[in-house]
C-alpha cells in the first residue's frame, strides 16, 4: 500500500512545554489509523499541526503528503489537499440549522448570493451518506452528541475528504452511537477515504483500524501493522503507559463486614409517563468494605435506580425503603441523600457532577462546603488546604487548585468528581460509569481509590458497562435487565458469560 502521510521527527513546545518531542508517524493509502496514548501524550497536538491549527514555522519536523512535503499555514490549506479534521471539541452552532452547519464558512454561493435550495439538497444527500434521515432545516442543537459528530463528518464529506482525522470521536458517546460512527468510518474506506481516528477504546481500536501508533510523552514509542501481525491489547497498554501491566486492576485483600446500606422494593415510575414502571421491585444490599456491581446493558435501568436513590433525581412515584445500618433513611432530596451518608458520582461529568467554568477547589468543597466554613461562612484557606490534599493524594495532574475545571483532561475530571463526593465522607459511594473515556492509566488510579474507599470501611456500589471492570474489582454482582435484578454472582462464581446468559434468560436482548 502507498504512503500516504507521514510525519518526520515532529518536536512543538508551548512556551517551557515541550508537547511533542519525537513523532513519527507514517500513514497508508486508504487505511483506518488509529493513534492511542494518554491523556497528555501529545496525540491532539499532533492532529493540529497536520492540518495546520498550529502553522509550519511553529514546529519542526517534516509533514509529507501525497509524496510532497507541506508548509501548512493554516487550516484552509490542509482542506486544499483534502485533510479535515474533526476536533474534540465540535464545532457545530447549535442554533443553526443542519444546512447552515454543513455550509457556514463553505456556502454555496451563486455570483455572491447563498443559494439554500441547492445547499439545502446537498445537506440531504449528504445526511443520507452517513446514515441520518433528519431534515436539513433542524437546528444541530436538538440532536444528540451521537448525530451532532455524524452532521460533522457529513460537513467533512461535503469538502471532498481524502484524509479525514476524527480526535476522539467516540469518548462521549454511548454503545450504539459509538457503533454507528464505526461502521461509517468502515464504510468510507470502502470508498478510498483514509482515516486517523484518536481513541482510548482498545476493542474499538482492534476493531476498525489496520495500523496503530502509539505516543506517549510526545514521542512515538510503538508503531503496529495489524494486517502484518496479531495486535494483543497488552501490548498496546505496556506502549501507553510505559510499563507491564499484568494486572489492569489493583490487588485488594477484602474485610467485609455488616451490611451498611440496604434498598427495599424499590419501584420508580418514568418521569413523564406516570404509567411506565421503569424499577420494578428491586432489593440491594452492600456491606462494609464491599464493592458491590451492578452489570446491565444501556437502558437497563441502572442509572435511573442510581438516581432515584440519591433524592428522587429521576422519576416520580418513587416507593420502596433505603436504610443504613438498620435504620431507615429518608433519601428524598439530593441534601437529605448526602446527610443520610449516600454519595452518587454521575456518568456525565460533564452534564451533572462538575461546574466545568469553575476550579478545583470550589469543585471539591461544593457538596460539603460545611465542612470548610466557620460560623457559616466559607474560609478560603481551609478550602485551599482541602483541595491541595485531594490534588496530592488523588494525584490530579493540574497547575494548583485554582486551575478551571473544564481545561483539565478526562481522567483528571474525573478525580475532580470523585475527590467532591470523598470530601462529604459517604458511607456509601455510588459510582456511575467511573471510568467512562478514561485512558488506561487513569484508570487503575481510579480503580486504587475505590480500593481507598472500601479499605477505609465504607462501601461502593458500582455501576459499569465495562464487564472485565466489574470482574476486576468488585466483590459480588447484581445483573439488572428492563428494571429488575435478574442475577446475582460473588466474584468467585461471575463471569461474563453468567451475566450475558442471566440477561438473555430474562428476554433483555429482544426487547433491549
Ligand atoms: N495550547 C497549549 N498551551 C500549553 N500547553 C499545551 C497546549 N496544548 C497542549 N498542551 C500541552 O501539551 C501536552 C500534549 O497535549 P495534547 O496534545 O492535548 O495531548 P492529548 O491529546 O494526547 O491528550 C500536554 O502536556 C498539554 O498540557
Ligand atoms: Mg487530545
Redesign the pocket.
Known amino acids: 500500500m502507498d504512503t500516504i502521510l507521514e510525519m518526520r521527527g515532529i518536536q512543538k513546545s508551548?512556551?517551557a512545554?515541550k508537547?511533542?518531542n519525537n513523532v513519527n508517524l507514517r500513514v497508508r493509502q486508504g487505511e483506518i489509523h488509529a493513534i492511542c496514548?494518554?491523556?497528555?501524550?501529545?496525540?491532539?497536538?499532533?492532529?493540529?499541526i497536520l492540518s495546520g491549527v498550529y502553522p509550519h514555522g511553529s514546529y519542526s519536523g517534516d509533514v509529507l503528503y501525497d509524496g510532497q512535503e507541506r508548509a501548512f499555514a493554516d487550516i484552509s490549506d490542509s482542506e486544499a489537499v483534502g485533510i479535515i479534521i474533526i476536533h474534540?471539541e465540535l464545532a457545530l452552532v447549535p442554533m443553526l440549522s443542519i444546512t447552515e452547519n454543513i455550509y457556514l464558512g463553505n456556502e454555496q454561493s451563486k455570483r455572491g448570493v447563498i443559494d439554500w435550495q441547492v445547499s439545502r439538497a446537498k445537506a440531504k444527500a449528504l445526511l443520507a451518506k452517513v446514515g441520518l434521515s433528519d431534515s436539513p432545516d433542524s437546528p444541530v442543537g436538538t440532536l444528540g452528541i451521537g448525530k451532532q459528530q455524524l452532521i460533522e463528518i457529513a460537513k467533512a464529506l461535503s469538502k471532498e475528504v481524502r484524509l479525514l482525522i476524527l480526535?476522539?470521536p467516540t469518548a462521549s458517546l454511548n454503545e450504539k452511537d459509538s457503533d454507528t460512527l464505526l461502521s461509517l468510518l468502515l464504510e468510507l474506506k470502502s470508498r478510498g477515504v483514509t482515516s486517523i481516528i484518536?481513541s482510548h477504546k482498545l476493542n474499538e481500536i482492534s476493531r476498525v483500524a489496520d495500523g496503530i501508533t502509539v505516543?506517549r510523552d510526545?514521542s512515538t514509542v510503538d508503531a503496529l501493522d495489524c494486517n502484518a501481525e496479531s495486535v494483543s491489547e497488552d501490548r498496546i497498554i505496556k506502549a501507553m503507559v510505559g510499563r507491564e501491566m499484568s494486572d489492569r486492576y489493583p490487588p485488594r485483600t477484602p474485610n467485609i463486614g455488616d451490611v451498611i446500606f440496604e434498598v427495599k422494593d424499590w419501584r420508580v415510575q418514568h418521569p413523564t409517563q406516570r404509567d411506565r414502571a421503569v424499577i420494578k421491585g428491586v432489593n440491594l444490599e452492600a456491606r462494609k468494605g464491599e464493592i458491590v456491581g451492578i452489570a446491565g446493558l444501556m437502558g437497563s435501568g441502572r442509572t435511573e435506580f442510581a438516581m432515584s436513590v440519591f433524592g428522587g433525581t429521576y422519576g416520580q412515584d418513587i416507593t420502596g425503603q433505603v436504610r443504613m445500618h438498620g435504620k431507615q433513611v429518608d433519601v428524598s432530596s439530593v441534601q437529605k441523600a448526602i446527610k443520610a451518608g449516600i454519595a452518587y458520582v454521575t456518568e456525565d461529568r460533564k452534564g451533572n457532577g462538575l461546574l466545568l467554568d469553575d476550579n478545583i477547589k470550589r469543585n471539591i468543597t461544593l457538596a460539603n462546603l460545611i465542612g470548610v466554613s466557620r460560623f457559616g461562612v466559607v474560609d478560603e484557606h481551609e478550602e485551599i488546604k482541602v483541595a491541595t490534599d485531594f490534588l496530592k493524594k488523588l494525584r490530579i495532574r493540574a497547575q494548583g487548585v485554582t486551575h478551571v475545571v473544564g481545561n483539565l483532561?478526562g481522567g483528571n475530571q474525573q478525580k475532580v468528581v470523585l475527590s467532591k463526593w470523598l470530601f462529604s465522607e459517604p458511607e456509601v459511594l455510588i459510582l456511575d460509569e467511573p471510568t467512562r473515556g478514561i485512558d488506561v492509566g487513569a484508570k487503575y488510579e481510579i480503580y486504587n481509590i475505590i480500593n481507598q474507599v472500601v479499605a477505609a470501611g465504607k462501601c461502593v456500589v458500582m455501576i459499569s458497562s465495562e464487564m472485565p471492570e466489574l470482574l476486576g474489582m468488585c466483590d459480588r454482582v447484581y445483573v439488572m435487565n428492563e428494571g429488575r435484578f435478574v442475577g446475582e454472582f460473588t466474584a468467585e462464581e461471575v463471569s461474563q458469560e453468567k451475566i450475558m446468559r442471566a440477561i438473555m434468560r430474562n428476554g433483555g436482548i429482544e426487547n433491549a
Not at 38 to 43: P, T
Open positions: 508551548f512556551g512545554v508537547a511533542l496514548g494518554e491523556n497528555g501524550a501529545g496525540k491532539s497536538t499532533l492532529m493540529k474534540q480526535d476522539e484518536i505516543i510526545g483532561s
